[in-house]
Every structure is written in C-alpha cells, then in structure tokens.
C-alpha cells in the first residue's frame, strides 16, 4: 500500500514537473507541444540521416523527396521554383525553392516562412585546413530551420492560421565560398520573381529561420530586421516573454545577410531569427549532439503563437 502510495505520488510530481516545464515554455497545450517536439526531433534525426545534403548530393535529393512528401500530406498546395545557377566552374546547377501553401481561415496577403534546406558543401570554417573542402552534416545549420518548418506544416494543417502560410524551404543559401557572390541563391531568385508581380501578391511579412537548435539558444535583434521589421520583431520578442522564452534576448548583436535580406531589400518587412553563436558553424562538428529540442521548440511555440492571429 505505502509503495503504491509512493509511486502514485511520484507520478503526480513528475506530470506537474513536467506541465510547469512546457509552460514556462510557453506551449499551451502539454499534448500538443509533446507531438511536436516528437515530430520536429524525428525530422532533424531523418536530415542528419540523409547525410550532407548540398545541391546535387544525394543527401540534397532526399531532403526534396521528404518535403514534397510532406507538403502533399499537410499542405493545401505545394508549388516549386526552379531555377539555374552559373557555378565559379562554369558549369549549371539546377536548383528549387520548394513551397508549401497553406490557406488562412481569413485571407489576405501571406506570411512567408522560409528556411534553407542545403548545407555547405564544404567546411570552410573548420579548425582542420586538412578538412576544409569536405562538406559539413549542417544538423544546425540547414537541418534546425528545416525539421522546425516540416513540424510547421503538419500544425499548420491541424490549426490553420487567419493569414494564408507560405512556408518556403529555401534552396542554395550556402552554396558558393566566401566572396563567391553564390549565397542566398533561393532566396534572391524567389524575390526577382515576385518583383516581376503586383505589389499585392507581395507576402505581407517574411520570417527566416536559421540556426536554431544550439543547446545553447541565444537569438538577438538582427539589424535589418530591425529597420524593416521592428513592429514584427517586437511581437515575436512580446510572445516569447510571455512565454518565458529566454533565447530570444532582447538586444541588437549582428548584422546578418541571411535569406530575408532580398526581400528586405524590396522593402518587404523582413526577419531571420539566427543564433550567430555557433562555435561549430561552417565545420565537421555541426552535429545532432549539438542540438537540442527544447532550443527548437522554444522558436516553434513563439512562431505559431506569433502568426496565428496577425
Ligand atoms: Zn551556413
């Protein structure tokens, strides 16, 4: 008797350990926020499976078949861009922004959330010169932004927005060594489109996120998000002290030409959420054991609640 007594206490602890965690997380429902932590971690464990995944790759290849797969099973329509880049060689490159579209329950003019979802072909940044050449895993860099935007989708189809989604996995960010002008190749060619097109097909705010699964999470204000964005940026940064988010640190650190600076430019508002604090960016060691779910998490409970009434 005393024993069950025991162990029925000690379960009782443990589910209301386990609530005040997830609320101070700031995810208000314990089963849901269960789910997708469950879902995105699988995502990133898939990704790192895949291996590198640079234009080309098979890696590269794979990670295309699951968003498809993906956008098929939760979006409302799935839309690809390609396009050809010119490599330092000479040579063409075929590439593709992938987006999956997802109707608002009220209309208007879209939220595009991207991410990239190549990694660098080559570890530039390593300590090793021996290894410099050979391509990164990228579990953070190119897998976090891309398992939290799969996670999105799958959400998204269960509680719809008010705004419609665009949920765009970037191609070719990392592509083209430093000074190589190749980076930001998704992204760039995704904004030459939609400057072609009326000001009214414009998405109404575009969110990049990048780097987010360090278990050490720190998220500062990006300078040209806030010059394009601040309204945007200061609703994210009010969700996350509600939530009792501390990653998101409110303070200005880096300048950073991610996948939002083409739209930015346009005059878009514009935003990347990145921890530029990576000591493994652009190296061999950018792997799952340096991630964590509750760093993830931490950006998708902001996100959702942040987009689901603006
Ligand atoms: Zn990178």
Redesign the pocket.
């Known amino acids: 008797m005393e024993r069950l007594k025991q162990v029925r206490f000690i379960t009782a602890f443990g589910i209301m350990v386990f609530v005040l965690l997830w609320s101070q997380v700031g995810f208000g429902n314990i089963l849901a926020s269960e789910k997708y932590s469950k879902v995105i971690w699988r995502y990133l464990e898939t990704l790192c499976a895949f291996g590198p995944r640079y234009p080309g790759s098979e890696g590269y290849n794979k990670t295309k078949e699951l968003i498809r797969k993906v956008g098929e099973k939760y979006a409302d329509q799935v839309v690809e861009h390609p396009f050809f880049v010119r490599t330092e060689t000479g040579t063409s490159q075929s590439m593709v922004n992938l987006e999956l579209r997802f109707e608002g329950t009220q209309g208007g003019a879209p939220i595009l959330i991207g991410a ?1 979802f190549d ?2 072909p080559f570890a530039d940044e390593d300590p090793d010169p021996g290894k410099r050449s050979t391509p990164i895993l ?1 579990a953070n ?2 897998g976090s932004g891309t398992a939290v935007l799969l996670g999105l989708a799958q959400y998204l189809n269960q509680h719809p927005a008010q705004r419609p989604v665009h949920l765009v996995f970037f191609d070719g ?2 592509f083209g060594a430093k000074g190589s002008g190749l980076n930001l190749l998704g992204s760039t060619y995704l904004a030459q489109e939609l400057a072609k097109k009326e000001r009214s097909e414009w998405p109404y705010w575009v969110l990049v996120i ?2 987010v699964g360090d278990k050490d999470l720190q998220i500062f204000k990006e300078t040209y998000s806030l010059k394009g964005s601040a309204s945007f940026l200061d609703k994210i940064y009010r969700v996350a002290k509600d939530q009792g988010v501390r990653s998101l640190i409110d303070k200005t650190k880096y300048t950073i030409f991610d996948d939002h600076y083409p739209f930015h430019r346009m005059g878009i508002p514009s935003t990347v959420l990145i921890d530029f604090d990576y000591p493994y ?2 190296t061999l060691e950018d792997t799952l054991d340096k991630c964590s779910i509750e760093s993830m998490m931490s950006i998708f409970s902001v996100v959702v609640k942040t987009i689901e009434d603006i």
Do not use: Q, Y
Request: glycine content about 16%; aromatic content about 8%.
């Open positions: 990239h990694t660098r990228g860099d190119g960010e990392d990048d780097m960016w652009h």
